[in-house]
Structure formats: structure tokens, C-alpha cells
């Protein structure tokens, strides 16, 4: 059935060609990044509720064990790990806000990055289907005299536009397209966590500093 629908020509010269040119205008970072969130489309949203939890989790430990009892604290998520490292280190709220505020962009630019792959493979599809039917067709053109090539010639014209359609707007557009909704979703999700972080650093910053002075001067002693 699908048969008359499948040209290896057609199918190199569009899908390589597409490959190709998202291979020279990407970065390998950001050609891996969108290879790597590919995963993230099977996965469930990002939500900051159990970091939420944990947070006040590692405030509870604080209060009863001190600031440093956080250091044997394992911490899944990396942003929220550097935060409480930083607490730990004696860094105040506006240090660690900071920090926090670094490690989302940092995370939510790696992941635009990998959406605008996805997006340029969209854009670059089309035109590599256009591409595609030029060649088909000045092959056709120059076949004219043997009518058993110009079929050849006239698929790989046709099929060349199609592939190219069915690339950008049933592929690469879509996941570009969940990709930027998940994407947003998290930079909101994570914008939750900057304010206990940033109470848990003013709370202990006290407690931080009285440490570093008895540590100052029993060491002068």
C-alpha cells in the first residue's frame, strides 16, 4: 500500500539534506540537547512540588542538626543541590538567589536551544522538498526521449514536496512545539523554588556566621 509513497531518492536528497543543513547552522551542544529531549517527551511535566517537599525537608534538618547536617543531604536536583551547597558555605539570601536564579536560566536556555533545533529542522524540511522537485524534474526534462525514465524522475519530483511536508508539520514542528510548552512550563515551575531557598539562607545565615566566628577563634586560640 504504501509502496508507490517510498523513493530512497527522494528520501535521501530530503532527509539528508535536511540533516545536513541543521548538522551546519547547530552547535554539537545544542544538536545533542535536542537528540537528549527527545526522552523528556515520554516523560511527565516538570513539577516542583516534591523539591517543594524537600525543601522543607532540609529546613526541619537545619532547625534540629544545624546548617551543616545539609551537607550529607542528597539532593536529586542540581539547582536546588548548588542552592543548599551555598547555604552550607554561609551564603546569604541574595547569593542565593542569585545562584538560583543562574541555574534556571542556564537550564531553560540549554533547553530553548534544543527547541530551536527542532525548529530549524522545521523551516529547512520544506525547502529541502523544494530542492528535491528541481532536481525531479530537470531529471525528468532531460529524459524526455525515453519515456520508461520519466516516471523515475516525476516520483522523485512529487514525493521529494511530500516528504518534505510530512517532516516539518507531522515531526519537527510538533516537537518543537512541546518541547517550548514543557519548556515554559518548568521555568514557571521553577520560579517556586527561589523563595524557600532564599528563607532557608536568611534563617541560617545567622546561625552560619556565629559558627565561623567560634571556628576563627578557636583557631586563633
Known sequence: MLGPFLD??????????????????????????????????????????????????????????????????????????????????????????????????A??????????VWTGMADVAPAMGMIGTLIGLVAMFTRMTDPSAIGAAMAIALLATLYGAIIANLVAAPIATRLKRRTRIEAFERTRLEGPLVALAARERPRTAALTNVADLVSVA
Not at 535536511?18 to 511527565?44: F, H, P
Not at 537550564?107 to 530551536?116: D, F, N, P, T
Open 107 to 116: 537550564r531553560i536556555e540549554k533547553q530553548l536551544g534544543a527547541v530551536e
Open 8 to 105: 530512497p531518492t527522494a528520501i535521501a536528497l530530503v532527509v539528508g539534506g535536511t540533516l545536513i543543513a541543521v548538522v551546519l547552522r547547530t552547535s554539537l551542544r545544542d544538536l545533542a540537547g535536542a537528540a537528549g529531549a527527545l526522552g523528556s517527551l515520554v516523560r511527565r511535566r516538570f513539577d516542583a512540588t516534591p523539591l517543594l517537599d524537600q525543601i522543607a525537608a532540609l529546613g526541619r534538618i537545619a532547625r534540629r542538626h544545624g546548617v551543616m547536617a545539609l551537607d550529607r543531604s542528597v539532593i536529586a536536583d542540581p539547582d536546588v543541590a548548588a542552592a543548599v551547597a551555598a547555604i552550607v558555605d554561609g551564603a546569604g539570601p541574595d547569593e542565593v538567589a542569585t545562584i538560583i536564579q543562574h541555574c534556571r536560566r
